[in-house]
């Protein structure tokens, strides 16, 4: 696996914005697959029946991700389009944003429409949780109770997620290595050592850092 850190929606969030008196109400959801972001658009449009727009944008897809946007009834490029312009300057994936207005009565204008439609998928997005995955290498480093003191000063100082360590006749460190950083660790643990650490590659995985414990996606 040779891959890039990215960011996406861990756990979705909502907000509202009141403007002129037409309500705006954003939902945020992770969507790992269009078909699921199009089953959450779905699901609000019929939560929210009786509004006047359902506007959405989605970015599914790592490398080259699908973009779709919808600006259901608004004026061109007022509702989706500056939904999809905060996702992507923010550098999300995986993301579902759905728009949800309640006319007021008062008309808001072309800058008005896209002021509350970016500030409305802001806002939904501020109020999710967001992560970055890293691409990295699981490791098992075994070494004398000697040495993992001083491989321990290496996590520490490196900033390697140290998952769990096993204490029996010898010390048996279980790490999750930025993929970037492979190389230099495994040296290291090696000089450290006197070259008797036992070094073994588990499975590549991408890893993030939630609620300050370290998730392995599988």
């Not at 089953?39 to 019929?46: D, G, P, S, T």
């Not at 490029?77 to 993301?95: C, F, R, S, Y």
């Not at 802001?122 to 699981?138: C, D, L």
């Not at 029996?168 to 790490?175: G, I, Q, S």
Request: with cysteine; proline share 3%.
């Amino acid at each position: 696996m040779t891959g890039q850190s990215y960011k996406i929606v861990y756990k979705g969030g909502e907000a509202e914005i009141t403007e002129k008196k037409s309500r705006f109400i954003a939902h945020v959801a992770p969507a790992e697959t269009e078909e699921e972001a199009l089953a959450f658009i779905e699901e609000i449009r019929k939560k929210y029946w009786d509004a006047r727009h359902n506007c959405t944008a989605y970015s599914v897809g790592i490398q080259q991700p699908v973009l779709r946007c919808s600006d259901d009834g608004e004026p061109s490029k007022t509702a989706g389009m500056p939904m999809m312009e905060v996702i992507q300057g923010e550098e999300l994936h995986n993301i579902v944003v759905v728009v949800t207005r309640y006319f007021g009565g008062t008309l808001l204008g072309t800058g008005g429409l896209i002021r509350a439609y970016t500030k409305s998928a802001q806002e939904g997005i501020r109020n999710s949780q967001i992560i970055t995955k890293h691409p990295g290498q699981r490791m098992k480093v075994k070494c004398d109770y000697t040495s993992s003191g001083k491989i321990q000063y290496i996590t520490a100082s490196e900033h390697i997620p140290v998952l769990n360590v096993e204490y029996t006749d010898e010390v048996e460190f279980d790490l999750m290595v930025p993929e970037e950083q492979v190389k230099r660790i495994k040296k290291q643990c090696m000089e450290v050592s006197g070259g008797k650490a036992l070094i073994k590659d588990l499975e590549k995985a991408y890893f993030a850092e939630i609620d300050g414990e370290i998730k392995v996606f599988s």
